[in-house]
């Protein structure tokens, strides 16, 4: 990982580039998804753009940037660093059930709550529960909530009690 940190923190220069968001109409949500080096080639890919955000319910936004601020680009690196980590030991934690596509997405939508949960720049050595610890409790809480769930909805809220 610090190899990437590295050749993005390498890639730091004062070319102008061009950040492209898909965000709600309302502007409650956005997310980035292109990098333009300059305008020109940013306007020749604005049109697929903007067809590709309607698709999703979604306009396109765009700020200019200079490309020497990629500490937030190295921070996002490790977010997903982090969430593909968090899904391998989500996959350790389950009875694998189904395809491993059905598997992978179970997991990763695991992941996704653990890491909105848990910042990805935790210190875990301050904390109570080390990294693996907290996911597998995370997990073990998460299918638990939805056993009893299950459980509810197959036999009603009175039926569920342990006996």
């Given amino acids: 990982m610090d190899n990437i940190k590295k050749a993005i923190a390498d890639l730091r220069d004062e070319t102008p580039c061009f950040r492209v968001y898909f965000q709600t109409p309302n502007g409650s949500y956005s997310e980035l998804v292109a990098l333009f080096d300059n305008e020109e080639m940013y306007i020749k890919n604005l049109k697929t753009l903007e067809s590709m955000a309607k698709e999703r319910g979604m306009i396109v936004t765009e700020s200019d940037c200079s490309c020497n601020d990629f500490d937030q680009i190295i921070d ?29 997405d179970k997991c990763y939508e695991i992941a996704q709550e653990f890491c909105k949960k848990f910042s990805h720049d935790i210190n875990w050595e301050e904390q109570e529960l080390d990294y693996d610890e907290a996911i597998a409790e995370f997990v073990k809480e998460r299918e638990e909530r939805r056993l009893q769930k299950l459980l509810t909805d197959l036999y009603g809220s009175e039926n569920t009690s342990d006996e």
């Fill in 76 to 104: 996002e690196v490790d977010k997903y660093r982090d969430l593909a980590l968090t899904t391998t030991f989500v996959y350790s934690e389950l009875e694998h059930e189904g395809s491993i596509f059905q598997m992978f």
